[in-house]
């Protein structure tokens, strides 16, 4: 650099001899400063020059005052030099090109320096980023970088938008902004800056008209807050420039230059573009630092959580516990459903167990995820987040928090998804230890059905908790269910759970097993048992329709001793033996079975062979004229009477008189035998009601 120096005072020195001088440079073609002052006037102190630029690349301009007079040399890139000589002297045109001339190298130099210099604050601005620190801090580090290399810049400011208020907002300022800069929000497209973000575009600004052309969509209010903030002085040039993440443009920086002459050019657009894109990876990587930072907590809630709930599992104290531990951390009220017991935990004013749980059973047998649900209530729609409870592949029960969709947490996610598992362990915990409660009393009360003893039954039915002074019933149902054997048990579970609910202290004994459950009612010896019975059938058809099972229900007679408990279970058993045999759903009174008990345990084949064989004669009948098994049928219809089964036929009476007697013969039978009777009306009667 000193030889570069040198070679441009020797040059001067050969035009102007002796004269003292100096040399002033500026990077900006605003700002000099004296690189060189000759010795003779090193006593002498004067204002830095003025300026010229015009904005071209290179301006020459010769110009004399009173005192000194001054070569104003121009190049690229805003760098300038004045040469001040303290003498007259007569320059030629030729002579100010070649002093230009010499000046090259040197700005060529400071050119390399400046680069150098631009490319270490570059450097220094993405270690930085590197280190993760408090983003408004790297931002407003980043601007100043950016600044500090656009050293014509007296401002800049970095617009961030806020998509829950959908404006934009000052994020990171330097340059001189106070803090009244707070106040301005930006609408996308308000202004310069709304524009740059609307639009995705990079704009510069070295017109004063089109500054103020595209300034002027700008609110009231935000013009009044940037004016309380900076003091601005004859504003020159600006650039805008958006910044993206993610093909997302999410900010916008700006910088400002006042002055007399506008000085930002496109090189300074290239540079803060490069600072954007710096700024757009600090963003990114905060986002990550948060996100992992976030996925960081959110492991360790969950560790927090899972341990909590566990440890007030391994207590043993129901469900309950876990529920109060759960609204700790949840910020909406919650509920558990239970359709192991058809039982809610917990409050929600709007879910009604009554209405709603057979509902939301059926609703989310196949759902395995979480959902968002409306329930419907008094003309309101209620909006909830189901979380479903699952047992070896079953649905066990619901969790149901108050909540919007959108308006879940994090957290709240983990805490329902951590307690749906202790839960989920507990009802399974619960369901076995009724499973061994149905064991041992289904042997009690085999043992009971087994004993002849009178002292030892009194004590079973002690056992058993029958009150051996009221009359019994008992009712007998069976499940068949195209589900697994798990579910089957869950839906064993709830019909118990929903027996007791409805039935009470009248059902001392009521327990599931294997496809069966067995009920013993109690009742009052005046009390009448055909409203319980009518109970029992709304409540199974009912369940019935939620659940889509077979269910059949046998009943048996009711007595008056507790000693014939056996006698009554026995005629259930009959009465659903009877449904199956007639492959029949519902409830079936043994008492109402009438005749038919008397072929319960005979097979169909074997009623079907019956039947064949006593009509089969009548089937040889070839006289299409004389249907003598239709007639056979209408007469025990009407009760043998001839006139109405005649009626009933459309023929006459001696007709039908004629056609009795061609089935006598046919049938080797006498309608005066009372054997052969009862014989062709039993017939009728089982072809009519078993194969009709």
Same mark, same amino acid.
């Given at each position: 650099?000193?030889?570069?120096?040198?070679?441009?005072?020797?040059?001067?020195?050969?035009?102007?001899?002796?004269?003292?001088?100096?040399?002033?440079?500026?990077?900006?073609?605003?700002?000099?400063?004296?690189?060189?002052?000759?010795?003779?006037?090193?006593?002498?102190?004067?204002?830095?020059?003025?300026?010229?630029?015009?904005?071209?690349?290179?301006?020459?301009?010769?110009?004399?005052?009173?005192?000194?007079?001054?070569?104003?040399?121009?190049?690229?890139?805003?760098?300038?030099?004045?040469?001040?000589?303290?003498?007259?002297?007569?320059?030629?045109?030729?002579?100010?090109?070649? !002093?230009?001339?010499?000046?090259?190298?040197?700005?060529?130099?400071?050119?390399?320096?400046?680069?150098?210099?631009?490319?270490?604050?570059?450097?220094?601005?993405?270690?930085?980023?590197?280190?993760?620190?408090?983003?408004?801090?790297?931002?407003?580090?980043?601007?100043?970088?950016?600044?500090?290399?656009?050293?014509?810049?007296?401002?800049?400011?970095?617009?961030?938008?806020?998509?829950?208020?959908?404006?934009?907002?000052?994020?990171?300022?330097?340059?001189?902004?106070?803090?009244?800069?707070?106040?301005?929000?930006?609408?996308? *497209?308000? *202004?310069?800056?709304?524009?740059?973000?609307?639009?995705?575009?990079?704009?510069?600004?070295?017109?004063?008209?089109?500054? !103020?052309?595209?300034?002027?969509?700008?609110?009231?209010?935000?013009?009044?807050?940037?004016?309380?903030?900076?003091?601005?002085?004859?504003?020159?040039?600006?650039?805008?420039?958006?910044?993206?993440?993610?093909?997302?443009?999410?900010?916008?920086?700006?910088?400002?230059?006042?002055?007399?002459?506008?000085?930002?050019?496109?090189?300074?657009?290239?540079?803060?573009?490069?600072?954007?894109?710096?700024?757009?990876?600090?963003?990114?990587?905060?986002?990550?630092?948060?996100?992992?930072?976030?996925?960081?907590?959110?492991?360790?809630?969950?560790?927090?959580?899972?341990?909590?709930?566990?440890?007030?599992?391994?207590?043993?104290?129901?469900?309950?516990?876990?529920?109060?531990?759960?609204?700790?951390?949840?910020?909406?009220?919650?509920?558990?459903?239970?359709?192991?017991?058809?039982?809610?935990?917990?409050?929600?004013?709007?879910?009604?167990?009554?209405?709603?749980?057979?509902?939301?059973?059926?609703?989310?047998?196949?759902?395995?995820?979480?959902?968002?649900?409306?329930?419907?209530?008094?003309?309101?729609?209620?909006?909830?987040?189901?979380?479903?409870?699952? *047992?070896?592949?079953?649905?066990?029960?619901?969790?149901?928090?108050?909540?919007?969709?959108?308006?879940?947490?994090?957290?709240?996610?983990?805490?329902?998804e951590q307690s749906s598992s202790v839960i989920a362990l507990e009802?399974?915990?619960?369901?076995?230890?009724?499973?061994?409660?149905?064991?041992?009393?289904?042997?009690?009360?085999?043992?009971?059905?087994?004993?002849?003893?009178?002292?030892?039954?009194?004590?079973?039915?002690?056992?058993?908790?029958?009150?051996?002074?009221?009359?019994?019933?008992?009712?007998?149902?069976?499940?068949?269910?195209?589900?697994?054997?798990?579910?089957?048990?869950?839906?064993?579970?709830?019909?118990?759970?929903?027996?007791?609910?409805?039935?009470?202290?009248?059902?001392?004994?009521?327990?599931?097993?294997?496809?069966?459950?067995?009920?013993?009612?109690?009742?009052?010896?005046?009390?009448?048992?055909?409203?319980?019975?009518?109970q029992l059938e709304d409540l199974l058809s009912k369940w019935r329709?939620?659940?889509?099972?077979?269910?059949?229900?046998?009943?048996?007679?009711?007595?008056?001793?507790?000693?014939?408990?056996?006698?009554?279970?026995?005629?259930?058993?009959?009465?659903?033996?009877?449904?199956?045999?007639?492959?029949?759903?519902?409830?079936?009174?043994?008492?109402?079975? *009438?005749?038919?008990?008397?072929?319960?345990?005979?097979?169909?084949?074997?009623?079907?062979?019956?039947?064949?064989?006593?009509?089969?004669? !009548?089937?040889?009948?070839?006289?299409?004229?004389?249907?003598?098994?239709?007639?056979?049928?209408?007469?025990?219809?009407?009760?043998?009477?001839?006139?109405?089964?005649?009626?009933?036929?459309?023929?006459?009476?001696?007709?039908?008189?004629?056609?009795?007697?061609?089935?006598?013969?046919?049938?080797?039978?006498?309608?005066?035998?009372?054997?052969?009777?009862?014989?062709?009306? !039993?017939?009728?009667?089982?072809?009519?009601?078993?194969?009709?």
């Amino acid at each position: 650099m000193s030889d570069l120096l040198a070679n441009m005072k020797g040059y001067l020195t050969s035009i102007i001899k002796n004269s003292p001088y100096q040399i002033w440079t500026s990077i900006d073609s605003a700002n000099f400063n004296v690189i060189f002052s000759s010795s003779s006037c090193s006593s002498l102190t004067y204002t830095p020059p003025t300026s010229l630029h015009n904005g071209s690349d290179s301006f020459q301009k010769h110009t004399a005052y009173e005192e000194f007079e001054e070569i104003y040399l121009s190049f690229p890139n805003r760098y300038a030099f004045v040469v001040r000589i303290f003498a007259k002297h007569d320059w030629t045109s030729p002579q100010i090109k070649q !002093l230009s001339a010499t000046f090259s190298p040197y700005v060529l130099q400071k050119k390399l320096e400046r680069h150098e210099h631009i490319l270490n604050v570059l450097m220094k601005s993405i270690k930085e980023i590197s280190l993760l620190q408090d983003s408004d801090y790297l931002l407003t580090r980043i601007l100043e970088n950016a600044l500090s290399v656009i050293s014509v810049a007296d401002m800049g400011v970095l617009w961030m938008f806020d998509s829950s208020t959908q404006f934009l907002l000052p994020r990171a300022w330097s340059g001189g902004p106070n803090n009244e800069i707070q106040n301005m929000k930006m609408k996308v *497209g308000e *202004g310069i800056i709304g524009k740059t973000f609307q639009r995705n575009k990079s704009y510069m600004y070295t017109n004063l008209k089109d500054i !103020l052309r595209d300034s002027s969509t700008m609110t009231d209010d935000n013009i009044h807050y940037l004016n309380q903030s900076y003091t601005f002085t004859n504003i020159q040039s600006i650039i805008s420039v958006p910044i993206c993440m993610e093909e997302q443009t999410v900010c916008v920086l700006i910088i400002y230059q006042n002055g007399t002459t506008p000085l930002l050019n496109e090189e300074d657009k290239e540079l803060l573009e490069s600072f954007s894109d710096q700024v757009s990876i600090a963003l990114l990587n905060s986002a990550l630092f948060e996100d992992v930072k976030n996925q960081n907590e959110l492991l360790i809630r969950r560790d927090q959580i899972h341990r909590t709930f566990m440890n007030v599992s391994l207590q043993s104290k129901g469900i309950e516990p876990i529920l109060t531990e759960l609204r700790r951390m949840v910020t909406s009220p919650v509920t558990i459903v239970d359709f192991v017991d058809n039982k809610t935990y917990g409050f929600l004013k709007f879910f009604d167990i009554d209405t709603k749980t057979a509902e939301f059973h059926t609703h989310f047998l196949l759902h395995t995820k979480p959902c968002f649900y409306t329930i419907e209530a008094n003309n309101e729609a209620h909006n909830v987040y189901i979380h479903p409870i699952h *047992g070896i592949d079953t649905l066990l029960g619901l969790l149901i928090m108050q909540a919007n969709q959108g308006d879940l947490s994090s957290l709240d996610q983990v805490a329902l998804e951590q307690s749906s598992s202790v839960i989920a362990l507990e009802m399974l915990k619960k369901q076995t230890l009724v499973d061994l409660f149905y064991k041992r009393t289904h042997e009690l009360f085999s043992e009971y059905l087994s004993c002849y003893d009178t002292t030892l039954l009194y004590q079973k039915a002690a056992e058993l908790n029958i009150d051996t002074k009221k009359h019994i019933l008992v009712a007998l149902i069976t499940i068949r269910s195209q589900a697994d054997l798990q579910l089957l048990n869950l839906h064993l579970h709830r019909l118990v759970s929903d027996i007791k609910s409805v039935f009470s202290s009248k059902a001392p004994v009521v327990y599931g097993f294997d496809t069966k459950v067995t009920i013993v009612f109690t009742l009052d010896p005046y009390e009448k048992h055909h409203a319980i019975i009518k109970q029992l059938e709304d409540l199974l058809s009912k369940w019935r329709y939620y659940n889509e099972c077979h269910v059949k229900t046998g009943i048996g007679s009711r007595y008056s001793h507790f000693t014939q408990i056996g006698k009554s279970y026995s005629e259930a058993e009959k009465a659903v033996s009877y449904l199956l045999s007639q492959q029949q759903d519902g409830c079936m009174l043994y008492e109402e079975i *009438g005749i038919n008990r008397l072929f319960i345990n005979q097979s169909k084949e074997e009623v079907k062979t019956f039947i064949d064989e006593v009509f089969l004669p !009548l089937k040889n009948n070839h006289s299409n004229d004389e249907p003598l098994e239709q007639t056979l049928e209408a007469y025990f219809d009407n009760n043998r009477s001839a006139s109405l089964t005649a009626k009933q036929l459309h023929i006459h009476v001696n007709t039908l008189y004629q056609r009795l007697k061609k089935i006598e013969e046919k049938m080797n039978i006498s309608f005066t035998n009372s054997e052969h009777l009862l014989k062709v009306q !039993l017939a009728c009667y089982l072809k009519k009601f078993h194969y009709s």
